[in-house]
């Protein structure tokens, strides 16, 4: 089976600050991994996907298999990333697993 | 805009009705996926259509179904509804055939509430 978890709800930081979004995942084959963002009032939208390795808005996010963890970062913190984070497993089928999502909130 | 449409936006129903929620997807995409979010289980998959044809099931209830039409469009439908059935329900669409590296892009969703 596979399984998201995403420890924290909240994330409470000051513009500026270095941003740590924790995701862990349970996984039996290879996992592919998103972090997927949704703004207020917005739909849910893909921020980055480990595969791509690339750096979005700013934010990365390491694959390490060793720890099972795809944990989104960002160095510097600004107002416009307030949102809601989600971590997600694509399985069979691209079936998306979601952890159950972080909101984060970053004060001027 | 990812281009994925729903509708209704908001539906307000009471128990033991029966519902049913629309979506387009993106033009050229063959699969559309149903979600389910709600304050205590969070995002769960619900169902996967390719190309007018059930693909993959996730914890979709017995009471609800989905189908794909020839144009794409997808229906879910909800029957004999609970109060627990109120939730956010939205629909997502990708290009491929189920790939595990299928960008999924998702519509505003439905906002279910059952009274």
């Known amino acids: 089976a596979q399984r998201v978890t995403q420890p924290e709800k909240l994330l409470s930081v000051f513009k500026g600050a270095p941003v740590e979004l924790k995701c862990n995942y349970s996984y039996s084959g290879s996992p592919e991994l998103f972090w997927y963002v949704q703004y207020s009032r917005q739909r849910l939208q893909l921020l980055l996907r480990?595969?791509s390795r690339e750096s979005i808005k700013g934010f990365t996010a390491d694959l390490n298999k060793g720890e099972t963890s795809f944990h989104l970062k960002k160095p510097f913190a600004q107002e416009e990333d307030s949102a809601m984070y989600y971590c997600a497993l694509s399985g069979p089928n691209s079936k998306l697993t979601f952890g159950k999502g972080i909101t984060l909130s970053v004060r001027p | 805009d990812s281009g994925v449409t729903q509708t209704p936006k908001h539906l307000i129903t009471a128990t033991g009705q029966r519902v049913t929620l629309r979506c387009s997807p993106r033009?050229?995409?063959?699969?559309v996926y149903w979600y389910q979010q709600s304050l205590d289980q969070g995002l769960q998959f619900l169902i996967q259509?390719?190309?007018?044809?059930?693909?993959a099931k996730g914890n979709i209830l017995e009471r609800f179904s989905a189908q794909q039409f020839p144009d794409l469009h997808s229906e879910l439908n909800l029957s004999s509804l609970e109060l627990g059935d109120s939730a956010l329900y939205f629909c997502?669409?990708?290009?491929?055939?189920?790939?595990?590296?299928?960008?999924?892009?998702f519509g505003p969703g439905t906002r279910l509430t059952v009274l």
């Open positions: 997502a669409s990708s290009v491929a055939t189920g790939h595990s590296t299928d960008t999924q892009y």
């Open positions: 480990h595969i």
């Open positions: 259509y390719y190309n007018g044809e059930e693909r």
């Open positions: 033009s050229g995409d063959l699969s």
